[in-house]
């Protein structure tokens, strides 16, 4: 993924382009009836999580969703090759098992021979085949492009297919949860049709959930199970290949969720007061005041997900620009962030402070080589000074800079994204506390990007990075990167860094590996190419009836439901 789609995710493009296209519809795949889920329940039968979403959603394509809720819900009708495994490590779900070549570049697996398709036909390598070459297709105008490109694609057998990279990435495996799309219903659809196709409303998955009904009020998901195992007189589920745990025995006080009911609502203050009401069961993407508040009732608990979204100051260290060029300069800036304070403050303490572009809850953090600037203004005044500043009265002065020090401060703007516009808000007034002269710019994302960042006509920019839950660093800060259409929009360039980041992603054991990030973060920490502020927690308000969801690190919030199979809701009692 390259840093401009990285940016456009994080602070949330889609709430611009998505104005509210309602849909009426009952699912049903483009060519059949859905294939039914066994002896189903009836709808007064299921045991059904009632979750607020902030829609509407417009598309429910993974290859296209953008929105929270799209998101969110496609990821419950999809899956990809690996899913979350333990320690955020890569495991099996539509491959059974994969191999890597002895030069890093060739992945092949080999897929599962079980699976089916909502409308009951098998998945093959077909399917895997179709998916990347769409991805890489000129027509696709989607947000998923950038880690596809000069992936090839070869099926080598109905259940093995080969991916091969054009250079060795150890990071790739965490981009394989891509969801796979069916080539059976899609492939005779020209790309740029199928953004406006039947399969837009009515997708078919190979999910652990699959569509019953949607329209502009909400959506309905009901659990997809080609046959149900009736043993006595309980209810038994089969184990899936998404499931992190074997399926047990229902008890008779609780069993697996039969359904989701999302209702779209057109904020989160509107699913709060949903919540309030209890109209729902489960909440998501809360600021920490609500969650608090809702967490007050009884019967009902806040879940944190640490997330690898940094939120941080992107310099502009294009060639030929004298500003910010010196380490000093960069740290001084970063001393005089008080970035405990914005975690307690902005974030309610929900989250914690960045010391690294390496997230503190990843495999690959080293708080040692990370190191832990402080806040300190005065040191930040005497970096300033080291670095060949001079303060006359109320402004700074600094040579090769004409007239007194002027930052440009650009955001994403308060109705896109609040937390980043409320951390922006607090970093230029530390910087003004600091006596430097700053403007602080909230833009619409898409002119942030386009008119600032991709030019670089900024000084500064607070933004949203998701590092991922395997940290690859190399496309935001490798010289390479930097040039027109790169992924290296600070522009900054290092002949000694490039090496650290190269040697970071290439394929090695999990010791190496860890040495060879901490050996980066040793050198980022010397350098402050970028400063690292917070990463926000993804904060889940549910009712205790609802038991199983166990937070951990996740990149998306769709990754809340990496255990959704293991969830059980609290069965009504008997009279």
């Known amino acids: 993924m390259t840093l401009r789609e990285r940016i456009v995710l994080a602070v949330g493009l889609v709430l611009l382009v998505v104005v509210g296209s309602a849909m009426a519809v009952t699912a049903a795949p483009p060519g059949g009836s859905a294939l039914s889920p066994g002896a189903a329940l009836s709808p007064d039968e299921q045991l059904v999580v009632r979750e607020g979403l902030v829609g509407p959603v417009d598309t429910l394509n993974p290859l296209f969703a953008r929105t929270r809720a799209e998101l969110d819900i496609s990821a419950l009708l999809f899956r990809g090759l690996t899913r979350l495994g333990p320690g955020n490590s890569p495991a099996p779900d539509l491959a059974e098992s994969w191999s890597v070549s002895p030069d890093g570049r060739a992945y092949t697996f080999h897929l599962r021979r079980d699976v089916l398709w909502h409308d009951g036909t098998p998945f093959t390598a077909d399917d895997v085949v179709y998916t990347v070459l769409t991805l890489q297709h000129p027509d696709y105008r989607g947000p998923l492009a950038g880690r596809w490109q000069g992936v090839?694609?070869?099926?080598?057998?109905?259940?093995?297919v080969r991916l091969t990279l054009p250079s060795a990435d150890a990071t790739f495996l965490a981009s394989a949860p891509q969801p796979i799309l069916p080539a059976h219903i899609l492939s005779t659809i020209p790309v740029a049709q199928i953004r406006s196709s039947a399969f837009d409303r009515s997708p078919i998955g190979t999910g652990p959930f699959r569509l019953v009904s949607i329209?502009?009020?909400?959506?309905?998901?009901?659990r997809f199970v080609p046959a149900l195992v009736e043993e006595s007189a309980s209810r038994t589920l089969p184990p899936l290949p998404l499931d992190p745990l074997a399926w047990g025995r229902a008890s008779t006080t609780e069993r697996g969720v039969d359904a989701f009911a999302f209702t779209f609502y057109p904020s989160n203050a509107a699913v709060a007061a949903a919540f309030a009401a209890d109209d729902i069961d489960a909440a998501g993407g809360l600021g920490a005041d609500d969650a608090r508040r809702l967490a007050a009732e009884p019967g009902v608990r806040i879940l944190r997900y640490p997330r690898t979204v940094l939120t941080g100051v992107l310099l502009n260290l294009r060639f030929g620009r004298t500003l910010l060029r010196s380490a000093d300069e960069r740290r001084a800036l970063l001393l005089a962030i008080d970035r405990d304070a914005i975690v307690r403050d902005v974030l309610g303490g929900m989250g914690s402070r960045a010391d690294s572009l390496v997230p503190p809850t990843s495999w690959a953090f080293d708080q040692k080589a990370a190191g832990r600037v402080p806040f300190s203004r005065p040191q930040a005044v005497k970096d300033l000074r080291a670095a060949g500043w001079r303060r006359t009265d109320s402004r700074w002065d600094r040579p090769g800079v004409d007239g007194?020090?002027?930052?440009?401060?650009?955001?994403?703007?308060?109705?896109?994204?609040?937390?980043?516009?409320?951390?922006?808000?607090?970093?230029?007034?530390?910087?003004?506390?600091?006596?430097?002269?700053?403007?602080?710019?909230?833009?619409?994302?898409?002119?942030?990007?386009?008119d600032k960042l991709v030019p670089g006509s900024f000084d500064a920019a607070v933004v949203d990075l998701n590092m991922g839950v395997d940290p690859d660093i190399y496309p935001l800060l490798a010289s390479s990167q930097a040039v027109d259409g790169g992924s290296n929009i600070s522009g900054y360039q290092s002949a000694a860094l490039d090496?650290?980041?190269?040697?970071?992603?290439?394929?090695?054991?999990?010791?190496?590996?860890?040495?060879r990030m901490a050996a980066l973060q040793a050198a980022l920490a010397k350098e402050l190419p970028i400063l690292p502020l917070v990463y926000a927690d993804y904060v889940y308000v549910v009712r205790d009836t609802v038991h199983g969801p166990r937070p951990r690190e996740i990149a998306e919030p769709s990754d809340r439901f990496w255990d959704v199979l293991t969830w059980r809701l609290a069965e009504p009692a008997g009279p």
Do not use: F, I, M
């Open 404 to 450: 007194a020090v002027s930052l440009e401060l650009v955001t994403v703007d308060e109705a896109t994204n609040p937390v980043a516009y409320a951390v922006a808000e607090r970093v230029a007034a530390y910087w003004e506390t600091l006596g430097l002269e700053v403007r602080l710019q909230p833009l619409p994302v898409q002119d942030l990007v386009s």
């Open 215 to 222: 329209d502009e009020s909400g959506a309905r998901l009901e």
């Open 152 to 160: 090839a694609a070869e099926r080598l057998g109905d259940h093995v």
């Open 499 to 515: 090496p650290l980041l190269e040697k970071a992603r290439l394929p090695a054991s999990a010791g190496v590996r860890k040495e």
